[in-house]
């Protein structure tokens, strides 16, 4: 268990930080006016006002576990380029998503300025570690293999599978806990396989990530005394991405391509079944509705709880077989 010392002492800062800032941003939510409201429209399952914002209290508790544990574990050189990168751009994503829950952007912008976060997270670097898709060993796996180089289209290939988690991620946001549950079981799955792949930095970062959401369900899980907004779900969608980028993708080249596909398994599936639906009811595909694996659970007559429990445990379950594999074949 040596090396799961800091990354286990940095999920525990990081949920207690959140429990603790969690009703500070409740109370500033409600004084800003930051409420969920059920009759917007019918896409919502709750039926009371809800305040929103609570990324500001997972921002925090990651923030906070980080500035705690990193000068322990590497004082010489606490914070890289590109964690500094990611942690300044986060901020910028939970300002963003705190404006988006008063003015409703719409999705073309919020597409817009997701892909320019995940352009710009690539620039800082040490020379070693950045945020990006340099490139891929082809045929997978197989002593015949070769390093391809994706060149500049490595920028253009990371901006859009940054894009696409840090979506994902916010839009299984629909009932209580649903968002925070995934993010912690991911983020958790991530600091395991990269202590497993003696990365401990990226270990430790996914645990403050796992931690603080976590700690956000001690009032987010049904019934919800708050909702994490956009730029919760945004925040932890966009730090995961990156960490699989850093961390988890520089796996073995067979296991790379599988690695994005199970660890976010649910809120992927839960994205490609929203968008063919809509195709194929002829709708927008940006459009919202009541598509989601979650609402369909709920159709079929689930609580709340019940629903966030199925896709806990199939999460859980397609991130077990990943551990696994790593361990056996990574």
């Not at 829950?101 to 320019?116: C, N, P, T, V």
């Not at 401990?200 to 009032?219: D, K, M, N, T």
């Not at 079929?300 to 019940?306: E, H, I, N, V």
Request: proline share 5%; net charge positive; charged share 10%.
């Amino acid at each position: 268990m040596s090396g799961f010392r800091y990354p286990l002492m940095t999920m525990v800062i990081a949920l207690f930080a959140t429990i603790v800032l969690t009703p500070v941003a409740k109370r500033y939510a409600i004084k800003k006016g930051a409420i969920d409201d059920p009759t917007r429209d019918d896409r919502r399952v709750h039926t009371e006002p809800v305040p929103r914002w609570g990324g500001l209290a997972i921002y925090g508790g990651v923030l906070l576990a980080l500035l705690i544990v990193l000068p322990l574990a590497y004082p010489l050189q606490p914070f890289p380029p590109y964690l500094i990168g990611m942690l300044l751009l986060g901020g910028v994503l939970v300002v963003l998503g705190a404006i988006d829950d008063l003015k409703q952007f719409s999705a073309k912008w919020q597409m817009l300025y997701l892909l320019a976060i995940g352009v710009i997270v690539q620039l800082p670097t040490d020379g070693v570690s950045r945020v990006r898709v340099q490139g891929m060993n082809w045929p997978l796996g197989g002593s015949d293999s070769h390093w391809v180089s994706f060149g500049a289209w490595g920028v253009v290939i990371t901006a859009i599978y940054i894009f696409v988690v840090t979506k994902t991620m916010d839009t299984i946001d629909g009932i209580d806990g649903l968002a925070a549950g995934i993010s912690g079981i991911a983020a958790g799955t991530l600091s395991i396989i990269a202590t497993y792949e003696s990365q401990p930095r990226v270990a430790l970062i996914a645990a403050a990530a796992a931690g603080a959401s976590v700690g956000f369900l001690r009032y987010n899980y049904n019934p919800a005394k708050i909702f994490m907004g956009t730029g919760g779900a945004q925040l932890l969608g966009f730090i995961l991405a990156c960490l699989s980028i850093v961390g988890a993708l520089k796996t073995a080249a067979a296991l790379a391509l599988f690695i994005p596909v199970l660890v976010f398994g649910v809120p992927i599936i839960d994205a490609v079944v929203v968008v063919l639906r809509r195709i194929w009811s002829h709708q927008p595909i940006t459009q919202a509705d009541k598509r989601h694996l979650h609402h369909s659970l709920l159709n079929k007559g689930l609580s709340q709880r019940q629903a966030v429990w199925v896709l806990y445990i199939l999460a859980m379950a397609l991130c077990g077989v990943l551990i696994t594999i790593v361990r056996l074949y990574g």
